[in-house]
């Protein structure tokens, strides 16, 4: 069974930075999809940014300038860098890899942005 763990979460106050990592347990994580995903409460989740295979990189147009995703193959973990945080980025953060036939999620962690 593949685990996939998320950490960095916490709160900050609006316009600062947070770094969410996520590490994940399996030899094959090199040719999946790495992506987070966000969820408030009553919201559907969302796409935050996602990495496929090739290091091309999809941004959802709330956060483009802002976050940035980046995956290590060799250490089999995905980051996402938040700047200039914004109160509306307050959710649960989940950490999705994913192939052909295969989904994995993380538990979430929160971030909360607030004065």
């Known amino acids: 069974q593949v685990q996939v763990v998320e950490s960095g979460g916490g709160l900050v106050q609006p316009g600062e930075s947070l770094r969410l990592s996520c590490a994940a347990s399996?030899?094959?994580?090199?040719?999946?999809?790495v992506a987070w995903y966000r969820q408030t409460p009553g919201r559907q989740r969302e796409l935050v940014a996602s990495?496929?295979?090739?290091?091309?990189?999809n941004y959802a147009d709330s956060v483009k300038g802002r976050f940035t995703i980046a995956r290590d193959n060799a250490k089999k973990r995905v980051s996402l860098q938040m700047n200039s945080l914004k109160p509306e980025d307050t959710a649960v953060y989940y950490c999705?890899?994913?192939?052909?036939?295969?989904?994995?999620w993380g538990q979430g962690t929160q971030v909360t942005v607030s004065s």
């Open positions: 999705n890899v994913a192939g052909s036939n295969s989904n994995y």
């Open positions: 399996t030899i094959f994580f090199s040719i999946y999809t």
């Open positions: 990495m496929p295979r090739d290091g091309s990189t």
